[in-house]
């Protein structure tokens, strides 16, 4: 899943795949804005067929997070 | 639809449902399944709403307060509160409880109508607003005592009396970069004018997809009242996550956008385009369902930049400017006429001047006044009914109107000049290694701050981005007047605290590290 989410971040962000890891966040390391963020997870949730709640978005920071979620929302 | 009968919102819903009858004026999400509900079917349930809203009120006037996102349950409280008279104040969606609760005190509510989602916060609320005696869940589910679903069912529809076209339809509270949000007093007669101010803008072909919080009144009037008047269909964008999803489902001719979901929304289509390898105009009319006309921003300055890059993918972007205060709209472009650096042309019924630098606006679209706020509503009308909107900026011949930035944020420095910290910023704009930029005086010195943007930084050592800022700076100050010249740089490495609305607020609780002293 993680370079699944490496290459939907490029979707975004120019950034080199090498240097995201699971600690990157997405705003502060990445350079998202708020709205690209929840962009990526509406994507994410198409690609990995989960139905993500609105309220955790807030809790989701870094990359981690996020792959971490949707993990138990498939589980 | 006959401009000359319109004059409250009740003759509004009243007439769509005439006009348009059965055609689907809502179309949203329920469950696995797409709900249409026509214009005859809205006009007959605010009836019920409103039914209900005059037994709980038991026959007086009224506030009732809406909070959650856009639905047509919430469309129906809202309508069924104000085509009986009362007024309805939609609380902005986002807030956090203690900021809900301080709203409802100050606008005086008595009925609370509530997306479920909220109930959680109901026992805090009861105890912190014990002037609300009805709760109402726009949805049917667990800890509802009373839901809209059940009103519908229970309550008849109202016989209607007509309505003074100046009754107050709406308290809406402004977020604001600074200060106390103030409740912008908005009365049928304003928001109809401001319903009424252009022609030609849409259609009962058009299909609109609604995506902008509904508390505020650039998306209620230009999406809703729009779509009553022209007939049109809206749909409902279930949320911010499936903006991307929905566009294909319910494939829009129009839709309304803040420029950050522009942008983003521009990037995933070049995106797309790249990994397809397909020409980026195809991927963009398949991104936005098809049917696509174009694009309304509004809210934020568009740049001319981002305007571009969508003219060239063959989609128009037309630009807006208005306020709260204006309901909202004083300029506005047609997608056949889009603007070339202005925000518009003057909307019809409104008088424009400017005033040291600042525009001032007449049109029976300007607000009754701020709410329980007589000092403030002095401040900002004065006693012929001029508005000062708090812009700068100048009109053209062609009745164009072109923005220079915020009066309150002017810096005055010593030498009596005065600076818009906006014209400063605004030649950041172009600037890729920068994310977001706050100017502003320190110590009588322009400051600039800069979050840098992570991914143009990513290379770079933090010597080499302030060396590069420097450098970039040096170029800017070239087209600056010395007066305006920016003398200082601090770099942060955290974004900028944001109002709800995602604009930078100016007052900011902590400052980025000080780097060059220019």
Redesign the interface.
């Known amino acids: 899943m993680f370079e699944q989410m490496k290459e939907l971040i ?7 795949a090498d ?1 995201v890891t699971l600690d990157s966040k997405f ?5 998202f ?4 963020f ?2 990526l ?3 994410a ?2 690609i990995f067929g989960v139905q ?1 709640e ?2 955790e ?1 807030l809790n989701l920071h870094t990359v981690g997070d996020a792959i971490a979620y949707i993990e138990k929302l498939k589980a | 639809m006959n401009k000359a009968s319109v004059k409250t919102l009740q003759d509004l819903v009243r007439l769509s449902a005439e006009e348009y009858g059965e055609k689907t004026f809502v179309r949203e999400k329920d469950g696995n399944d797409i709900s249409d509900k026509s214009f005859a079917q809205f006009y007959e349930d605010s009836r019920r709403v409103c039914s209900f809203v005059q037994n709980a009120a038991n026959g007086e006037t009224i506030h009732a307060a809406v909070i959650g996102p856009t639905s047509y349950a919430y469309l129906a409280a809202y309508f069924g509160t104000v085509i009986g008279g009362n007024t309805i104040v939609p609380i902005d969606a986002q807030l956090a409880c203690a900021d809900i609760c301080e709203l409802l005190v100050r606008a005086d509510i008595s009925i609370f109508f509530y997306d479920i989602r909220y109930t959680p916060m109901i026992p805090a609320i009861k105890a912190a607003c014990p002037s609300i005696h009805t709760y109402v869940s726009l949805q049917s589910g667990e800890g509802a005592e009373l839901s809209l679903p059940s009103v519908l069912e229970k309550y008849s529809p109202a016989e209607m009396t007509e309505i003074p076209e100046k009754t107050m339809a709406s308290i809406v509270y402004t977020s604001g970069t600074t200060g106390k949000s103030k409740g912008v007093m908005l009365s049928h007669a304003n928001f109809i004018d401001n319903a009424m101010c252009r022609d030609n803008e849409s259609s009962p072909e058009d299909t609109l997809l609604t995506v902008l919080p509904i508390h505020h009144v650039y998306c209620f009037s230009c999406d809703i009242l729009l779509s009553l008047r022209y007939g049109a269909t809206i749909c409902v964008n279930d949320s911010m996550m499936r903006i991307a999803q929905n566009l294909k489902l319910f494939q829009p001719t129009i839709i309304l956008l803040v420029p950050m979901i522009a942008e983003t929304i521009y990037k995933q289509i070049m995106a797309a385009a790249k990994a397809k390898q397909l020409p980026p105009a195809a991927v963009a009319q398949a991104v936005f369902g098809g049917r696509l006309k174009g694009i309304y921003s509004g809210g934020a300055y568009l740049s001319p930049e981002l305007m571009k890059a969508y003219a060239e993918l063959g989609i128009p972007v037309a630009q807006g400017y208005g306020m709260t205060e204006c309901s909202p709209r004083i300029a506005s472009s047609y997608l056949d006429d889009v603007s070339k650096g202005d925000v518009g042309t003057v909307v019809g019924g409104c008088e424009v001047k400017i005033e040291d630098g600042e525009i001032v606006v007449k049109s029976p679209s300007v607000m009754i006044g701020y709410y329980k706020d007589p000092e403030a509503t002095a401040e900002a009308l004065t006693p012929d009914g001029w508005l000062h909107t708090g812009d700068l900026g100048y009109v053209d011949e062609d009745r164009r109107v072109f923005i220079t930035g915020r009066k309150k944020n002017l810096i005055i420095l010593s030498n009596g000049e005065n600076v818009s910290p906006e014209e400063i910023e605004n030649k950041f704009a172009a600037v890729d290694i920068a994310a977001e930029v706050l100017v502003y005086a320190e110590d009588g010195f322009i400051t600039a701050e800069i979050f840098p943007n992570a991914e143009a930084c990513a290379e770079m050592s933090s010597e080499e981005i302030g060396e590069a800022f420097k450098k970039i700076i040096t170029d800017i100050n070239k087209t600056l007047t010395s007066a305006k010249m920016i003398r200082r740089l601090r770099i942060r490495d955290k974004e900028f605290e944001k109002t709800t609305s995602k604009k930078i607020k100016r007052e900011q609780p902590e400052k980025g590290e000080m780097s060059i002293r220019l």
């Open positions: 490029g979707n975004y962000v120019d950034v080199n240097d705003i502060e390391d990445l350079g804005n708020s709205y690209d929840v962009s997870l509406g994507e949730e198409e993500i609105e309220q978005v």
